[in-house]
């Protein structure tokens, strides 16, 4: 039971390159997260779907993008990336909305901006 | 809107020693309050989390964490920390219900332990 899977781990791009993070999730939850981590500032969360087929937007959504692909699947993608968006990203799911099930985190993605 | 304070960003212990970690929120509503710990190059696990009921409540690894209103805090506590517990710890608070994932952080403490 792997839990939640993301990758790429580590990425290096230049700015204005695009690029996607991949998330995935064994576990059959209903919802789904991505989250940035940057020093001093916690996570904040970027986008979320709740369920299948819907997204919606979290505190920081400006410059990126994300598709629920499946009920496993939730990627988060960059257009056109900028060096304020140099930070770890976490993908992270739980059982569904309304229920007290703890979120679940992958190991995160470290994207560097040049 | 909601917001969390960790007031301490650099904690260090010596093995052996209590530990307390301040968390301070501020929500309109009743909080679903939690503490999540992350170790250099992991993801976050959670340690416990409180949504109603008794306000001290017990967690994994020998943690616990007490919810008081009146000061709109939830300290997370070890009796006697191991240097396995060296790592970077969480607060966050959300409003459950339709937005249980929906959480808001603390900047994180980060706990050294010495031998």
């Known amino acids: 039971n792997a839990g939640v899977t993301q990758t790429p781990k580590f990425q290096v791009l230049k700015t204005g390159q695009s690029m996607t993070l991949q998330c995935a999730q064994d576990?059959?939850?209903?919802?789904m997260y991505w989250y940035r981590q940057d020093p001093g500032m916690g996570l904040r969360l970027i986008y979320y779907?709740?369920?299948?087929?819907?997204?919606d937007k979290g505190e920081v959504p400006n410059g990126y993008n994300v598709s629920r692909l499946n009920k496993r699947e939730f990627s988060l993608r960059l257009e056109s990336a900028a060096p304020s968006q140099t930070s770890v990203y976490f993908c992270?799911?739980?059982?569904?909305?309304?229920?007290?099930?703890?979120?679940?985190f992958g190991e995160g993605s470290r994207l560097t901006v040049l | 809107a909601q917001s969390v304070t960790q007031p301490d960003i650099h904690i260090t212990v010596s093995e052996g020693a209590s530990l307390e970690l301040r968390c301070n929120y501020s929500y309109g509503a009743t909080p679903y309050l939690f503490w999540y710990v992350q170790s250099p190059g992991q993801g976050l696990q959670l340690l416990l989390k409180?949504?109603?009921?008794?306000?001290l409540v017990q967690g994994i690894k020998g943690f616990e964490a007490e919810f008081k209103r009146s000061q709109s805090s939830f300290n997370l506590r070890k009796p006697s920390v191991h240097w396995s517990d060296a790592a970077e710890y969480f607060c966050a608070v959300g409003r459950g219900g339709t937005s249980y994932g929906k959480l808001t952080f603390g900047q994180g403490t980060i706990l050294t332990v010495h031998p």
């Open positions: 779907s709740a369920s299948e087929g819907t997204t």
């Open positions: 992270a799911s739980n059982y569904r909305q309304g229920s007290t099930g703890e979120l679940f």
């Open positions: 409180y949504f109603s009921g008794d306000t």
């Open positions: 576990m059959n939850h209903n919802s």
